[in-house]
């Protein structure tokens, strides 16, 4: 088995979309125990269209050195035509010398429909289990 290596490297982000899709502005928070990286924007999915209803979107993003990976933040801007999105499923990879190894998959089953700015205690955060 491969060590992680978690310095700030490419990794893959996988987000399943339930029936719900949105065309708002995607981000993601990734926290450590060294620490915090984003909000991290997704874009350039492999799909043209990302976060279609009942898609599966792969996106590559740069993440810090943040340590061990203990909970993630999925959040979107509220912008578009259809904001609201039921995100079912997000897998990180880290991305090393043509080899993925596998980090965190979160299941979540949620559907998002709150803007970056109007945080509360209803956050979005996902522990690992």
Do not use: C
């Not at 209803?53 to 909970?71: L, M, R």
């Amino acid at each position: 088995v491969p060590k992680l290596n978690y310095s700030s490297e490419k990794w893959k982000v996988v987000t399943w979309t339930g029936d719900t899709g949105t065309d708002a502005n995607v981000s993601t928070w990734v926290y450590g125990s060294k620490g915090m990286a984003g909000p991290m924007r997704l874009q350039k999915s492999n799909n043209t269209n990302p976060f279609l209803s009942n898609q599966t979107d792969e996106f590559q993003i740069n993440v810090k050195d943040v340590g061990k990976i203990y909970k993630i933040r999925m959040a979107h801007d509220d912008t578009g035509i259809q904001p609201h999105w039921k995100l079912e499923k997000v897998h990180y990879a880290q991305q090393r010398l043509d080899l993925a190894v596998s980090v965190m998959a979160f299941a979540i089953l949620l559907f998002i429909a709150r803007s970056l700015r109007q945080f509360t205690d209803q956050d979005k955060e996902f522990a690992s289990q």
